[in-house]
């Protein structure tokens, strides 16, 4: 194919999951873009209710019209104690990715600058005046490239960062008896046996006989199919419950690293959404950090003279990620006791804000004041040692 042939776009995303489908979203809300040419490349078609995405919210946000079941109240547990926890002035929102993919490309589709084509990226190639793409089917150029295709090696081929997994398995139920109470979603339930690691039950009840259950564990290593569905029937038979259907089933595992993914963006090339970092290390959260991150993002491409590798700038909280991701690297088991404490002594709206980082010094300290003192003050040693050698 010789270069007549090669398409070029002012910006091409290269994997169309949440980060790059939110931004290309806002760029058309703020209607600064529509003299640019956008392509989308992606293998997935985005026509499946693949995943679910959780976020806690002050106000309504854009993706209000899109929000499946909103909760006020959480419940938060270990072997020891429940808690009913209070949300307000939040709300704990759910939403189910098939509604998020077709909300987002209605709009894609009454904007002719934007353009999706379900083609798998073989290669990426940045030059000096703009990118290459290659697909199995295309060649495409563009001015700025935006990543969000994950490469497991560049963290797990590291050993200055550890890398733990948030995975679980979740299967939405429907019971014959009525066991959940829909006003209350199951943040953590560490009553579960933690077998030397950290694990908890979640639970997103839609109403007194439906609800998502996720066996969910933060660890190193991932555990056979039977063992996460096993789980889940253990706990529903907790609540009197043997026979159930279940509806849709779910599955995923997130990187929970500090690893400084940022380091490979250029001037002409960004990685984005969990292959940019964006996915909260410390809890695995991907919705609100990527939400704050693409608005970010679409005013930071406003800027003359754009740089691309000028957009991250690291703050305090990847460090208080660091310590965290540490600790539960080297005692896996000591994450109930770490969240448990947060729970049971702090202030949840205090600890919302902190995890939205949006937390001063003084707040900072007094949420980490209420975790274990010993494990965060020999993980605070150790890494600043190793990051001075």
């Not at 008896?177 to 009553?191: H, L, R």
């Not at 290593?221 to 569905?229: I, S, V, W």
């Not at 770490?338 to 980082?357: H, M, R, T």
Request: with cysteine; hydrophobic share 40%.
């Amino acid at each position: 194919m010789n270069s007549s042939q090669i398409k070029h776009f002012d910006y091409i995303f290269t994997g169309s999951g949440l980060a790059s489908l939110m931004i290309v979203y806002k760029m058309i809300l703020s209607g600064k873009f529509t003299d640019k040419s956008i392509l989308l490349l992606d293998q997935d078609a985005k026509q499946k209710n693949d995943r679910t995405w959780c976020f806690w919210e002050k106000e309504d946000s854009v993706w209000n019209s899109v929000i499946a079941k909103k909760w006020d109240l959480a419940l938060f547990a270990n072997e020891k104690i429940k808690l009913d926890l209070e949300l307000k002035p939040y709300t704990y929102n759910k939403i189910n990715g098939l509604y998020f993919y077709k909300f987002v490309f209605e709009e894609f589709s009454k904007h002719t600058n934007v353009t999706f084509l379900n083609e798998k990226v073989t290669d990426i190639n940045e030059l000096e005046t703009h990118v290459f793409v290659g697909t199995e089917e295309n060649r495409y150029t563009c001015n700025y490239l935006f990543n969000s295709i994950y490469t497991k090696a560049f963290a797990e081929r590291q050993t200055k960062y550890p890398v733990l997994q948030q995975h679980f398995l979740g299967w939405f139920v429907k019971t014959e008896k009525e066991i959940f109470n829909s006003e209350e979603v199951t943040f953590m339930d560490f009553s579960v046996e933690q077998k030397g690691n950290t694990r908890f039950m979640y639970v997103l009840p839609i109403s007194g006989n439906e609800a998502l259950v996720e066996y969910t564990l933060f660890s190193e290593k991932l555990l056979p199919k039977e063992e996460y569905e096993s789980e889940i029937k253990s706990y529903l038979q907790k609540f009197g419950v043997n026979q159930f259907e279940i509806i849709e089933k779910e599955q995923g595992s997130i990187p929970m690293t500090c690893f400084p993914f940022w380091e490979k963006n250029t001037k002409r090339v960004l990685n984005i959404g969990t292959a940019g970092g964006w996915t909260k290390a410390s809890t695995g959260y991907t919705f609100k950090n990527s939400d704050k991150k693409s608005t970010q993002l679409v005013e930071f491409l406003q800027n003359e003279n754009l740089n691309l590798k000028n957009f991250h700038k690291k703050s305090r909280f990847w460090f208080y990620d660091l310590l965290l991701l540490d600790i539960l690297y080297r005692h896996n088991e000591l994450g109930s006791t770490i969240f448990s404490s947060l729970f049971k002594k702090g202030n949840l709206i205090l600890i919302f804000k902190f995890l939205d980082e949006q937390t001063n010094l003084i707040e900072d300290f007094k949420v980490i004041l209420k975790c274990p003192k010993l494990p965060f003050i020999t993980a605070l040693f150790r890494v600043f040692f190793y990051r001075q050698k």
